[in-house]
């Protein structure tokens, strides 16, 4: 399956902005989706994660409560709403696809396929 990420730009502290991820292949409903991100100077770290009917979805504690994850399966996209951004925001944001196994939605070993990021810059 090949990912397209789309959405990212600048936007100022506390404002929003909606990121999508358009899959290709008629098999996108049977994988787990992933966000993950990463900043200058950083590491790649996860993000939010869904699991492929829609029923399932994990946050990391940074972006709880700010973050919602939703796919459309009809439209072969996964979706990243971010509220209430701030600076510690800003980096290249990547979606991936795979089959999590138990509860491993955070390591990015278990996503086989990702996308190629686009980048999301929150001024203060």
């Known amino acids: 399956v090949q990912l397209q990420a789309s959405g990212g730009g600048l936007v100022q502290a506390g404002g929003s902005l909606r990121l999508s991820c358009a899959a290709s292949?008629?098999?996108?409903?049977?994988?787990?989706m992933g966000w993950f991100r990463q900043a200058p100077g950083k590491e790649r770290e996860f993000v939010a994660a869904?699991?492929?009917?829609?029923?399932?979805?994990y946050y990391a504690d940074s972006v709880k409560g700010r973050f919602t994850v939703s796919r459309d399966n009809a439209e072969n996209t996964v979706y990243l709403q971010m509220n209430s951004l701030n600076a510690e925001d800003t980096a290249v944001y990547y979606c991936?696809?795979?089959?999590?196994?138990?509860?491993?939605?955070?390591?990015?070993?278990?996503?086989?396929?990702w996308g190629q990021g686009t980048l999301v810059t929150v001024s203060s």
């Open positions: 991936a696809a795979g089959w999590v196994q138990g509860s491993r939605w955070s390591s990015s070993r278990e996503y086989v396929y």
């Open positions: 869904i699991n492929w009917s829609g029923a399932v979805t």
């Open positions: 292949g008629r098999t996108f409903s049977t994988y787990d």
